[in-house]
């Protein structure tokens, strides 16, 4: 049995071809993002990998559209999409599928 911290990760982010991670593989990225209100992420797109966001807890901006608790979000290749937290200790899971180092495109 392999043990890790969450906090070690960089980013959140544990699955992926990235140091540190629990998991190297070009499949598949996976993280579990914090967020603080007013975190921001500027317009980007994918390529290549479908990056699927599930809140976990608390409320952003994502094109602006609100998102809250349970809410998942699908952008598929070529979507462009930016992010906005709208709540202190908002804890989202991100999957990116496939892994694609290097596949974030600024819009």
């Excluded at 209100?37 to 980007?44: I, M, P, Q, T, V």
Aim: charged share 25%; with cysteine; net charge neutral.
């Amino acid at each position: 049995m392999k043990t890790d911290k969450l906090t070690r990760m960089v980013k959140g982010w544990f699955v992926g071809k990235f140091t540190p991670t629990v998991l190297s593989t070009n499949d598949v990225e996976v993280a579990v993002k914090r967020y603080k209100k007013g975190d921001y992420e500027s317009a980007h797109y994918h390529k290549i990998a479908t990056e699927i966001t599930v809140i976990i807890s608390g409320r952003v901006k994502m094109n602006g559209v609100e998102y809250g608790s349970n809410d998942i979000i699908v952008m598929e290749p070529g979507e462009t999409t930016d992010f906005e937290c709208l709540e202190d200790n908002t804890v989202n899971v991100v999957v990116k599928h496939p892994g694609a180092n290097n596949d974030k495109y600024i819009a």
